[in-house]
């Protein structure tokens, strides 16, 4: 081994050493949904159940005509605005960090019409730091180095809080490569723990099954803190349904959401009860 590969190589022991004699609290919650109790050594304690936790990152997978965006949509409101009238118990935990929202797929019209959506459900809320981009027109592999270049060099040191890349499957050049989706579920793993954030991003579902779209989607599920699944309610047709299909912790109760009349997601209860035909 060459000196320069034993520099590296005692520089990443001084990065990856854990100490188990160390104190590591629990990971800071970005976005959160109802409380649960646990009980430590030191008592009960309540914490916040986590979409996502700083540091992290999550996904959404879900079949075409689900309302994913929509759902991306209520999700930054609640981040930007700590909570709002349309989140119920989703609460954000910003602390004064920024929101930097990326679209892959879709034109300016229809990418600014989904940004004005967070603004317009917080209209009451100076909402800071949100920063949007659409990147239909780029290339897969220059929105990895955009989305890094941004992170790195145009937000303040610390002040990265969530970020949003909807969708991640623009980011390689086929979902089924197996060295690009390997390199794109590292990116994430990089960027949520050197910037200290949460990374939400958005995948679709396999035709007919549950499964995220290819080896990219196989990737992800090994590596996500939450994996997030949508689906059209099976009672009513009007709402989706919010299941947390994985969690590295606790995981959050099923919810549901609609669009309403003026085209905001909003929760409209937890579990829907068939039964009942309301939801309770």
Known sequence: MTEEQKMFMQLLEEECVINTNDIVEYPPVAIS??????????GSKTLPIPLGTYGNFSFVQAPPKTKKTFFISLLASVYLGNKNKFGGE????????????????QGKFHAQRVFRRVVDMNQETDLGCYHTFGLRTVGFKHRVEFIEYYLKEKIEEGKVGLVVIDGIA???????NLEQSNHIAQKLMEWSQKFNCHIITVIHSNFGTDKPTGHLGSFLEKKTETQIQLETNTV????ITVKCKRSRGYAFKTFSFKVNDIGLPEIVGDLYNPLKGVSF
């Open 236 to 239: 009513n047709k009007d709402w």
């Open 170 to 176: 623009d980011l390689v050049a086929d979902v089924n």
């Open 33 to 42: 949904m109802g409380e649960t109790t646990i009980q430590t050594l030191k």
């Open 90 to 105: 989703l609460r954000g935990h910003r602390n004064n960090k920024c929101l930097i929202h990326f679209d892959t797929e």
